[in-house]
C-alpha cells in the first residue's frame, strides 16, 4: 500500500502502541502504525467517534450475557478470545483459542482500536520493590533485569499519561509506603471517592488481625489508584512526556496550570469525572475511565499514518543478516471474508504492540527473535479466587466505579517462598461475576420461585443490595510449560494462526488458594457475611488442594509470553525491551514481564513502554 | 487547522477599554449598585436559555440525530458555565447572586429578561422554528453595535454595556470594585463536564477575560465563526450562533467558514421527525390538581428547583453544593424525557415545564 520507509512500524493500537505513537510522533520521528481492528473504532472526527462509541454502547446494553468484549465488534479476520468460549473440559478447539489444557486459560483481550484498555477496569496500583527480585527474595520465578528504582521515572510518566486518581498517602503496606513515590509526589488526581459499600466493609476490616499457618496479620483497606476521572490535585506539576535531545531521554516537564482532565475522545467536556455508571467493565459510557485512543489523539498526527484493518502476519528477516527488512501484513475489507491483500510495511525499526498474545503468535509464526525457545513461554495471569456473601446490613453494590478499595495484606511477605502473594480488591459488583447477578437473582425468583410483582420486588430489594464480593488476585508464577504455541492445524479466517494454549495450576497458585480462602473466612466472620461461596467440580478451571476444591477465574492480565532478562539464552528482549536477536526488533506490553507481581500489569507496562520509546528514540538518533 | 490556531492567537484579544470613554458607555449603569443589578441580569438571561435549550435537547429520541444532540448539548453545557462564570464576577464585586426566588424562574413562552423584546422563547421540542429562536437567542451583534445596558438587541451589546462599567467603575472606585470573597468563586475543581475551564474571578482583566469567554462562545469572535476556546486549552470550536445554523443548514462549516457565507462543509443529518411530539410551552396549569400528570409535572419542578437551590448555595459560599447538583442535573434530564414520552392530547406528548414551585 505504501512505499513510504518509516522511523518506526508499530503493531498494535493498545496503550503500548498508542504511548509509542504519541511520544516518538512528538519526537519527530515518523510513524506507521498497523490496527488489525476495524476502522470506525478510530475514527478521528468528533462526529464519528461519538457514533461509533454509541454503537458500542448499543451492542452491550442489547446484549443479554454480557462479557469483557460484548460492546466490540466480533470479526472473523482478527478474531478476540470471547471468554463465554472457556470451557470446563480440555481439550478443545471451539474459539479463537485452541486450549490443550489440562487447565482452560481463561482470560481474553481485546484487537481493536485502543485494545483493551477499551474494557479495562482502570486499577492501576504501582508493582512492588521485592516483586522485581523474586529470585533473591523468595527463590521464586525469575529476577527481573531492572529494579523498581529504575523504573520510578517511568512511572511517573505513565501515571501522567494514564491520568491516575488517587492518594499517595494511603499506599501503606507490606513494603510499600511514602518512599515508594518519593518525598513530595502526588497523583495527577485526587483519590475517587470510596464507594458506600467499602465504608461498610472497612468497619470490621480496617486493623483486623487474621491468622495464617501461625503467622499474624494485620489487615488494612486503602484506596485504589486508579484511571478514571476525578478532580484534579492542586498540588500535581507535571505536564507532559518529552524527548529531550540533548540529555537523549524523556523528561516530564511541569507546569504552573493545573492537570488537564482528559475527557471523552469525541467531547473534551464529557467524562471530566467519573459519574458512578459502575459499567467501567466492559465500557464506560462517558469515557471518564482512561482508555488508549486517548493518547494516541495526542499524537502528532502529521507525523502518523495509520492503517486499520491491517493484520500484521509476518516479521520478515533481511536475505542476509538478522535485521528485520517489513512486517508483512493482510488488508482485509470484508471483516468476515477471506480475502485480504498482502503488503508490507517498512521502517527503520519494528514494535510489536499488539498483547502477549498476538506478539507471541507473531514471533513464532515468523520463526524470529526465539533463539531462546522463550517465546510463548511463561504465560501468566492473576488466578482470580473469588469469595461472596451476604452483608448483614445493605452495602449497595454499584454505586461507584468497579473498584475503589483494595487490601494490600498479602502482596508480599515470606510467605511468597510458599505459596503466592495477592492482592484483595474490593469490588462493587456484588455476585455479577460468580453468579450473573442480578439479572439471575430475578431468573431465580421467577422461574424457580414462581414471584412477581410485591413480593418480586421486595425479594430482590432485600438481597440484591447485601450481596458482596471479595477477590484474591493471586500471583501466578512464570511456569515454561504455560505456554502459547502455533500449529498448521489451527488457523483463522486469513489463514493466520490461531494460538495454541497449555496451561496449569501449579502447586504454590494451590496452596495460595487455600490460605486466601482461609483469609477470607477470618474477614467473613469478622463483619458477619454470611458466606455463599461455592466452587463446583463442573466449573471450568476447577482445582483441587489439601482435599478441598477451589475454582479460580482469568483477571485478563495476560503476561510473560516473550519476558525480558539479562542474558539471550534465558529471555527474548533485554532490559532496553529490544529483542537480543534482531536489533532493529522491539517487543512491548505485557509479554515482557518476567514475572507478574500482585499488581494490575497495565500500568507497569505503560511505564516499560516510556523505556522501550527512550531506547528507540536513543537508537535513532544514533544512527542518523 | 494550525493555520487558523496561530492566526487566530496572533489576534490582540482583551483590549484593554479606554478609561475616559467607559464612563458615557456604561448608560444607565451608574454605581456599582447598577453594576451588580446588571450582573444579576446577566446570569438569568444565561440561565433563560437552559430550559429551551434543554427541552429542545431532551425532544430527540435516544439514538437518533448524533448531530443535533451533540450540538444542543454543548451549547448547554456552555451557557451552564456562562451562568457561573456570571456569578463569579457578582460575587467578585462583592455582590450576591441570587438564582432561587420566584422572579428568577422565567415563564415561558416569554423574552429574555431585559430584552428589547424582539422574539419570544419558548419551550419546545426540536423544529425548524425552535432553531430559528436559538439563532435569534445567539445572534451576534453588528460590528460597532453600541453597548445597550437595558433593552439590549443582542446580548454582546449587554455584555459590553457591563464591561465598560465594569473598567470605570474599578477605576473610580478607591482600592477598586474587586472587593468579593475569594472563597465565594468556583473554579475547575468545582465546575466541569461543561463548556470549558470555569476559573476564579478576583480583578478586572479576570473579568473581562470571562466575558470575553462568553461572549466568543455564543456569538462568536466579530470577524470569526470561531470562538476563543484554543485559549482555555481546548480543541477548535465554533461559536453558538454558527453551530445553530449548521442545524438549521443541515450543513457543517469548514475551517475556512466566515460568517458571511452559509456552512459549505459535509451535510448532517437532522430529521425532525425523530423528535418527540411535545406540547410547546407545558405547564401545571394544564393539569387537573392531583392527576397523574400534574404530579408528575409538579416533581419535575420540585427538582429543578431542588437543583436551582443547590446552585444558589454553591454560588454563596458553598462551592461543594455543586457536587450535589450533579444527580439532579441528571434527574432533571430522565424526568423530561419521561414527561416527554407521556401521551397527553392531540397526539402531543407532556413536557417538562421549568416552573417555580415551593
Given at each position: 500500500m505504501t512505499e513510504k520507509n518509516y522511523d518506526v512500524v508499530v503493531v498494535g493500537s493498545g496503550i503500548a502502541g498508542a504511548v509509542l505513537a504519541k511520544v516518538l510522533t512528538q519526537a519527530g520521528k515518523e510513524v506507521l502504525m498497523l490496527e488489525a481492528g476495524l476502522t470506525a473504532g478510530m475514527a478521528l472526527t468528533p462526529q464519528d467517534d461519538y457514533e461509533n462509541y454509541q454503537s458500542y454502547l448499543q451492542r452491550f446494553y442489547e446484549t443479554t450475557i454480557k462479557a469483557t468484549n460484548t460492546p466490540y465488534p466480533e470479526i472473523e479476520d482478527a478474531p478476540s478470545i470471547n471468554v463465554?468460549?472457556?470451557?470446563?473440559?480440555?481439550p478443545y478447539e471451539t474459539g479463537y483459542m485452541v486450549q490443550l489444557g489440562p487447565l482452560p486459560f481463561a482470560s481474553d483481550c481485546l484487537r481493536a482500536p485502543g485494545g483493551t484498555t477499551m474494557h479495562w477496569l482502570g486499577n492501576v496500583p504501582r508493582m512492588l520493590p521485592n516483586d522485581f527480585q523474586m529470585k533473591t527474595r523468595y527463590d521464586q520465578g525469575v529476577d527481573w533485569p531492572i529494579c523498581y528504582d529504575d523504573l520510578v521515572p517511568y512511572y511517573e510518566m505513565a501515571e501522567n499519561e494514564i491520568g491516575v486518581a488517587g492518594d499517595v498517602d494511603a499506599q501503606q503496606g507490606p513494603d510499600m509506603s511514602r518512599s515508594n513515590y518519593g518525598p513530595d509526589y502526588v497523583f495527577p488526581m485526587d483519590k475517587i471517592p470510596q464507594s458506600y459499600q467499602d465504608q461498610v466493609w472497612m468497619k470490621s476490616t480496617n486493623g483486623l488481625d487474621v491468622s495464617l499457618y501461625g503467622q499474624h496479620y494485620t489487615v488494612n483497606c486503602i484506596s485504589m489508584p486508579q484511571g478514571r476521572n476525578s478532580?484534579?490535585?492542586?498540588?500535581y506539576r507535571y505536564a507532559n512526556t518529552v524527548w529531550d535531545p540533548a540529555s537523549q531521554s524523556l523528561i516530564l516537564t511541569t507546569t504552573d496550570e493545573n492537570y488537564e482532565v482528559v475527557g471523552a475522545t469525541w467531547n473534551s467536556y464529557t467524562g471530566e469525572r467519573c459519574e458512578g455508571n459502575a459499567s467501567c467493565v466492559p465500557i464506560c459510557p462517558v469515557q471518564a475511565k482512561y482508555n488508549a485512543l486517548k493518547t494516541l489523539k495526542k499524537a502528532d498526527t502529521s507525523k502518523l499514518d495509520i492503517i486499520t484493518k491491517a493484520v500484521a502476519s509476518k516479521v520478515l528477516i533481511e536475505p542476509k543478516g538478522t535485521d528485520v527488512a517489513g512486517i508483512m501484513y493482510k488488508a482485509y475489507?470484508?471483516?468476515?471474508?477471506?480475502e485480504y491483500t498482502p503488503h508490507i510495511a517498512k521502517g527503520k525499526i519494528y514494535v510489536l504492540a499488539c498483547s502477549a498474545i498476538e506478539n507471541a503468535k507473531l514471533l513464532l509464526a515468523s520463526n524470529v527473535a526465539n533463539s531462546s525457545d522463550q517465546v510463548g513461554r511463561n504465560l501468566m495471569d492473576h488466578m482470580v479466587l473469588l469469595t461472596w456473601g451476604l452483608l448483614p446490613e445493605k452495602g449497595y453494590p454499584y454505586r461507584g466505579p468497579g473498584c475503589t478499595t483494595y487490601i494490600p495484606t498479602f502482596r508480599d511477605g515470606e510467605f511468597r517462598k510458599d505459596f503466592a502473594a495477592w492482592i484483595s480488591p474490593i469490588d462493587n459488583w456484588g455476585w455479577s461475576w460468580p453468579t450473573f447477578a442480578p439479572g439471575s437473582d430475578v431468573t431465580n425468583a421467577v422461574i424457580d420461585n414462581a414471584m412477581f410483582g410485591k413480593d418480586l420486588r421486595s425479594h430482590l430489594n432485600a438481597d440484591v443490595p447485601r450481596q458482596t464480593l471479595l477477590h484474591f488476585e493471586c500471583e501466578q508464577a512464570p511456569c515454561a510449560d504455560n505456554r502459547i504455541t502455533i500449529s498448521e492445524k489451527y488457523k483463522d479466517h486469513l489463514d493466520n494462526f490461531r494460538p495454541v494454549i497449555q496451561y496449569d495450576a501449579s502447586d504454590y497458585m494451590r496452596k495460595s488458594f487455600k490460605a486466601a480462602k482461609h483469609v477470607s473466612d477470618q474477614i467473613f466472620a469478622a463483619n458477619n457475611i454470611e458466606d455463599h461461596t461455592v466452587y463446583s467440580p463442573?466449573?471450568?478451571?476447577y482445582v483441587t488442594w489439601d482435599g478441598q476444591g477451589y475454582t479460580f477465574r482469568g483477571a485478563g492480565h495476560i503476561v510473560g509470553t516473550h519476558r525480558m532478562g539479562s542474558s539471550a539464552d534465558e529471555s527474548v528482549v533485554d532490559k532496553n525491551q529490544r529483542t537480543w536477536d534482531h536489533q532493529n526488533l522491539y517487543l512491548v506490553g505485557c509479554g515482557n514481564m518476567p514475572t507478574l507481581g500482585t499488581s494490575n500489569p497495565t500500568l507497569t507496562m505503560t511505564a516499560m513502554t516510556y523505556q522501550a520509546a527512550e531506547s528507540i528514540l536513543k537508537q535513532l538518533e544514533s544512527n542518523n | 487547522m494550525n493555520a487558523i490556531i496561530q492566526q487566530r492567537q496572533g489576534r490582540k484579544r482583551h483590549k484593554r477599554k479606554n478609561h475616559d470613554k467607559c464612563y458615557k458607555k456604561c448608560g444607565t449603569i451608574r454605581s456599582v449598585k447598577d453594576l451588580r443589578r446588571h450582573l444579576q441580569t446577566a446570569i438569568e438571561i444565561e440561565h433563560a436559555t437552559l430550559p429551551p435549550y434543554l427541552t429542545a435537547l431532551y425532544s430527540i429520541k435516544e439514538g437518533t440525530n448524533a448531530f443535533a444532540y451533540q450540538t444542543i448539548q454543548s451549547v448547554a453545557m456552555e451557557e451552564m458555565l456562562h451562568m457561573i462564570l456570571a456569578c463569579n464576577i457578582l460575587n467578585a464585586i462583592g455582590g450576591h447572586p441570587a438564582v432561587n426566588r420566584k422572579r428568577f424562574v422565567p415563564s415561558y413562552p416569554g423574552y429574555l429578561p431585559h430584552s428589547s423584546d424582539a422574539f419570544i422563547v419558548g419551550l419546545g421540542k426540536l423544529s425548524p422554528d425552535a432553531i430559528n429562536t436559538f439563532l435569534a437567542i445567539e445572534q451576534p451583534a453588528a460590528s460597532g453595535s453600541p453597548p445597550q445596558p437595558d433593552h439590549w438587541d443582542t446580548i454582546g451589546q449587554f455584555y459590553e454595556a457591563i464591561e465598560y462599567a465594569l473598567c470605570h467603575f474599578d477605576l473610580v472606585t478607591e482600592g477598586g470594585i474587586f472587593t468579593g470573597d475569594v472563597s465565594y468563586q468556583l473554579d475547575e475543581n468545582d465546575y466541569y463536564g461543561g463548556g470549558g475551564k470555569l476559573f476564579k474571578v478576583c480583578n478586572l482583566r479576570d473579568s473581562i477575560v470571562a466575558i470575553q469567554e462568553i461572549l466568543s462562545q455564543g456569538e462568536g469572535m466579530s470577524d470569526s465563526i470561531f470562538d476563543s476556546d484554543e485559549l482555555f486549552g481546548e480543541a477548535v470550536d465554533i461559536a453558538h450562533y454558527y453551530k445553530f445554523n449548521e442545524i438549521k443548514e443541515g450543513r457543517r462549516y469548514t475551517l475556512n467558514g466566515t460568517p458571511d457565507k452559509p456552512p459549505q462543509g459535509e451535510k448532517v443529518d437532522v430529521d425532525y421527525e425523530q423528535v418527540y411530539n411535545m406540547q410547546p410551552n407545558p405547564s401545571i396549569k394544564n393539569y387537573p390538581e392531583g392527576s397523574a400528570l400534574w404530579q408528575q409535572t409538579n416533581d419535575f419542578n420540585k427538582t429543578y428547583m431542588a437543583l436551582l437551590d443547590s446552585i444558589h448555595d454553591a454560588v454563596n459560599g458553598n462551592p461543594d453544593e455543586l457536587k450535589r447538583a450533579i444527580p439532579l442535573m441528571y434527574d432533571i434530564k430522565y424526568k423530561a424525557i419521561a414527561l416527554m414520552k407521556t401521551p397527553y392530547k392531540d397526539g402531543m406528548t407532556a413536557g417538562p415545564s421549568f416552573e417555580f414551585v415551593r
Open positions: 463465554l468460549d472457556i470451557q470446563a473440559q480440555t478532580t484534579p490535585n492542586n498540588d475489507t470484508d471483516p468476515d471474508s477471506i463442573t466449573e471450568a478451571d | -
